[in-house]
């Protein structure tokens, strides 16, 4: 009892204890690491949600159509590719075949192109898939219709009505997405361009036994994951007032 | 529905067959499914080496439409000269034995939380429903390399630890469909008439469970073969002399430069595996979901409407 007394006590002081491997408190390895961590999650959920968008509300269009079939299979082969080799595949391609990027490491914008790539695909394929599956959804819906026949253009219906009814099932999709890069693609990413975040840094831990360390991580994002739900849902009865908390 | 059931079974399971024949995408993905449970099953049959054998003559020989190979080794060799086909071929066992194991365990444990918390409700209910909570916002592989780190890697350790962090999927959704389930006129009646609890469960609740846990946890193998992979990969999984398509991948990755196919071959495998079962279970959620059945056909009508009217 004294004991996860005194646990409890350091959780929220925030004290992990020293990590083994860099002789130093935990925390203060964990806050170095996390903007770059957080700094590649943005760019890769950034260029995620930018390029989803449009290509899921075209593809919306004409279901069945051309453009929708090849949104639909590059969708699910994305899905489908683990991150690690697609990390792999581009390594080769664009750093060892045409020599425009470098393989790995950190420092300037052109290190952060391949990693972030690599982790906006799956986000990118989920989103574009729900995007365009919901978008279907809302343009069979009788308001669509009453809009058309107003004489409202295409565009404008999905910029002003569509998008806003598929805003909160899809900031509900970015912020899981945002969780899970956060407890797992990341590691994975980071390890395959020796990027120095967080999830780098984990493996690196468990390979020196560095458990105080590892420990630590895990707190830090299970707190985050935990943030990051509520505020979710605090926003999406910002946007859509039926939505009630209980 | 028994009677009827019993009699048009045979007839039912043609057309379910001619449903997915008709279902392209749908009857690539079972092709190949069964394909790649055929070759890893029979790998030892198959495979032309044994997967460890090493023959240092041979090392990194490239496959055979690159200038260098050879048909003795179709797909190359790696660092040690042992056959990469041989290797995909064992691997795919490992890869589909963790899936299988992994997805049957969490799905036990989830539908028995799930039915516990759905139909007791109160403060079960309660209890259990925060204890999914808690786990849920576990970070996933982070938590997996802690208590990797722990307990220490192999085969086994990945089977329980990969169950024990997906769980929580199946209980919620048991239990947030037996609560709803609980509230229809015809489970209130057979409690009336006095059925037992486990009967209600059983005989009452669970058969509409089925099609829903059925995509859920083909869709949830897919999410385990991902995981093993990323997990063997970065070392902390199945451990060699085992084999497995993720640690082939880690190995190969320290002769990117020279020989992609150690990398290539493996990593197309794994996408291969779930690529195949995705597209299958995307069928089964439509098929066994009337509701999707009726869009799906109401969406065939308006493309081909639509179709018809702008030729």
Known sequence: ?246 | MTDQGISQTGRRRTSLFRELLSDTPAAIGAALIVLIVVLTLFAPLIAPFDPADQNLTARLAPPVWIDGGSWQHVLGTDSLGRDVLSRILHGGQVTLLIGLCTTVIALAIGVVIGLWAGYCGGRADSILMRIVDIQVSFPGILLILLIVGVIGPGMMTMIIVLSVTNWMVYARLVRSTVMSLRQTPYVEAAELVGCRPARVIFVHILPNLIPPLLTLSILEFTNIVLAEAAVSFLGFGVQPPAISWGLDVATGRDYLFIAWWLVAFPGIAIALTVLSVNLFANWVRVTTDPQERERRFARDLAARQRRGLSS
């Open chain 1, 1 to 246: 009892m004294v004991q996860l007394w005194a646990f409890a006590v350091d959780m929220v002081t925030l004290d992990f204890g020293d990590s083994l491997w860099q002789r130093r408190p935990a925390v203060e390895v964990v806050f170095e690491r996390l903007p770059n961590t957080l700094l590649l999650i943005a760019a890769s959920l950034a260029f995620a949600i930018l390029v989803a968008i449009p290509l899921g509300a075209i593809a919306a269009l004409r279901p069945g159509g051309f453009l929708d079939r090849l949104t639909m299979s590059i969708g699910l082969i994305g899905l489908a590719t683990p991150q690690f080799f697609l990390g792999l595949v581009f390594i080769m391609v664009f750093a060892v075949q045409l020599k425009w990027l470098p393989t790995s490491g950190f420092g300037t914008a052109a290190h952060l192109v391949l990693p972030a790539l690599t982790l906006a695909i799956t986000p990118l394929a989920r989103f574009t898939l729900m995007v365009r599956s919901s978008m279907i959804e809302e343009l069979n819906q009788p308001y669509v219709r009453t809009a058309r026949a107003k004489g409202m253009g295409r565009a404008r219906i999905l910029r002003v009505h569509t998008l806003r009814n598929i805003l909160v099932p899809f900031m509900n999709l970015s912020a899981w997405e945002l969780i899970v890069a956060l407890s797992g693609y990341t590691v994975v990413v980071e390890t395959v361009f020796a990027w120095p975040g967080l999830g780098h840094t984990a493996v690196q831990a468990i390979q020196r036994g560095d458990l105080f360390l590892m420990q630590a991580i895990v707190f830090t994002i299970a707190f985050m994951t935990v943030f990051i739900t509520l505020l979710i849902d605090v926003a999406s009865k910002l946007i859509d007032p039926r939505i009630k908390l209980n």
